[in-house]
């Protein structure tokens, strides 16, 4: 979805602006808003894909305002919603109110060591070979899904070349949407800075993405 | 309200004391605890980990060892993922990593512009510009306007490779290796390796300037 989140070359959010001593957390309620949002991912209710797809949908007024946990917190009521754990009923009140859905797994202080070693891998065989070798001139497709994809505006539509084929993943624009995990090979696709910038791109600039094989045709 | 009990007395919280944010992450903590669905010591422990455990040190150390030794930065090249798993950093938001080399010829420059993709496993929780709209939004269009920002201005004719974090694939930059440091071991290269110089934002600290 061309959504707010998908941020690069847009003008106007001013200087970068590190922090002095760039703490981790900014109050409690950060710290808690990362362990609840890596505790109710251990579920294995929705995927990172759904995950990042609810985060896309905040409206654009509040995601561009708000901090990254809040996005966080905010995605997370949307999906604790929708797969039936949490009613809007309880998260106004701020008291449960039903027992809900039941997840496949409760993580435990005891599990945690061991489930953040492992993370996600999300790299899957495919029966067929790549369609495209390193060194193949490509071009993005384009296209304005309103669902989730990983082919951000700035680089759809554009001419590149295949730096490297990079193994294959669970395809996100279907699994975010419950379609499948569908894997496709996945490839570095780099663009010069003129291709995407134009005229006023900066000089001796290169910019890569890692795209999905059905974000390519040939040429 | 009773005399004893005004908006000073830190010993009783009530909601109003709270941000917005504050409220709203307690009241679902509490929600989900009262159903079961967390632990709350869970949370403590995936909070010290990343305030104690897993942090930039860990990418430090990657690359002071591709520094010291070029089978290992050979390994580091053509499978980072086996490479850095053998110093024991694997897991989450680092099961599928490549690492990319500055040289003469091209400064690399790693940024997510759909969310905040980061090499967790060797570079811990990413940090709040990098995560930003500012950041985001400019590092693929004027890579050196950001850079400036971070006092770093690249050689005359450098060429810059910004690295889009779209898929699963993160990203670990391994700076150039300081003149001058021939003599050091790898525990005193890994000083000189900064978070920044692994994200591209910043380079290695020359050994004069270590802190």
Same mark, same amino acid.
């Given at each position: 979805m061309n959504g707010p989140h998908d941020l690069g070359g847009q003008h106007g959010f001013g200087p970068v602006a590190p922090e002095p001593n760039e703490p981790y957390f900014h109050g409690d309620w950060e710290k808690r808003a990362l362990g609840v949002t890596l505790s109710c991912g251990a579920f =294995?209710?929705?995927?990172?894909?759904?995950?990042?797809?609810?985060?896309?949908?905040?409206?654009?007024?509040t995601y561009l305002s708000a901090s990254y946990y809040e996005i966080w917190i905010r995605a997370l009521e949307t999906l604790l919603a929708r797969h039936g754990f949490v009613s809007a009923e309880e998260l106004s009140t701020g008291r449960m109110l039903e027992k809900g859905?039941?997840?496949?797994?409760?993580?435990?202080?005891?599990?945690?060591?061991?489930?953040?070693?492992? =993370?996600?891998?999300?790299?899957?065989?495919?029966?067929?070979? /790549?369609? %495209?070798?390193?060194?193949?001139?490509?071009?993005?497709?384009? %296209?304005?899904?309103?669902?989730?994809?990983?082919? /951000?505006?700035?680089?759809?539509?554009?001419?590149?070349?295949?730096?490297?084929?990079?193994?294959? %993943?669970? %395809?996100?624009?279907?699994?975010?949407?419950?379609?499948?995990e569908n894997p496709e090979w996945v490839y570095t696709v780099v663009f010069d800075g003129g291709e995407i910038w134009g005229e006023d791109a900066a000089d001796g600039l290169t910019v890569s993405i890692d795209a999905w094989e059905s974000y390519l045709e040939p040429l | 309200m009773s005399h004893d009990h005004d908006h000073?007395? *830190? *010993? *009783?919280?009530?909601?109003?004391?709270?941000? &917005?944010?504050?409220?709203?992450v307690r009241a679902l903590e509490t929600i989900l605890t009262q159903k079961g669905l967390i632990d709350p010591k869970a949370i403590d422990a995936i909070v010290e980990t990343y305030e104690t455990k897993i942090g930039p040190r860990n990418g430090a150390r990657v690359v002071a060892k591709a520094w010291a030794e070029p089978d290992f930065a050979d390994w580091l090249k053509h499978d980072a993922t086996a490479a850095i798993a053998s110093l024991g950093y694997?897991?989450?938001?680092?099961?599928?990593?490549?690492?990319?080399?500055?040289?003469?010829?091209?400064?690399?420059?790693?940024?997510?512009?759909?969310?905040?993709?980061?090499?967790?496993s060797v570079l811990g929780l990413p940090p709040v510009w990098y995560k930003a709209p500012a950041y985001r939004s400019r590092a693929v269009i004027d890579p050196r306007g950001v850079l400036a920002e971070f006092g770093v201005t690249l050689p005359e004719g450098r060429k810059i490779r910004v690295?889009?974090?779209?898929?699963?694939?993160?990203?670990?930059?391994? &700076?150039?290796?300081?003149?001058?440091?021939?003599?050091?071991?790898?525990?005193?290269?890994?000083?000189?390796?900064?978070?920044?110089?692994?994200?591209?934002?910043g380079l290695a600290l020359e050994p004069e300037a270590e802190a």
């Open positions: =294995g209710a929705w995927t990172i894909d759904e995950s990042r797809h609810a985060r896309e949908n905040i409206p654009p007024a859905a039941v997840p496949k797994r409760v993580l435990t202080a005891d599990m945690v060591p061991a489930v953040l070693a492992k =993370g996600g891998p999300c790299d899957r065989p495919v029966a067929t070979p /790549p369609r %495209f070798a390193a060194g193949a001139r490509v071009r993005t497709r384009n %296209f304005n899904p309103t669902t989730h994809t990983r082919l /951000p505006r700035y680089a759809r539509g554009k001419v590149g070349v295949v730096e490297a084929v990079q193994g294959s %993943f669970v %395809f996100p624009d279907d699994n975010a949407h419950g379609r499948g | 000073d007395d *830190h *010993h *009783h919280h009530h909601d109003n004391h709270f941000s &917005p944010m504050e409220a709203r694997t897991g989450r938001q680092g099961e599928h990593m490549r690492a990319v080399f500055n040289d003469a010829e091209t400064h690399n420059l790693v940024v997510c512009t759909l969310c905040s993709c980061y090499p967790w690295w889009d974090s779209t898929a699963e694939l993160r990203y670990l930059v391994v &700076p150039e290796r300081p003149a001058g440091t021939d003599g050091l071991d790898q525990e005193a290269l890994a000083d000189l390796v900064t978070r920044d110089a692994m994200i591209g934002t």
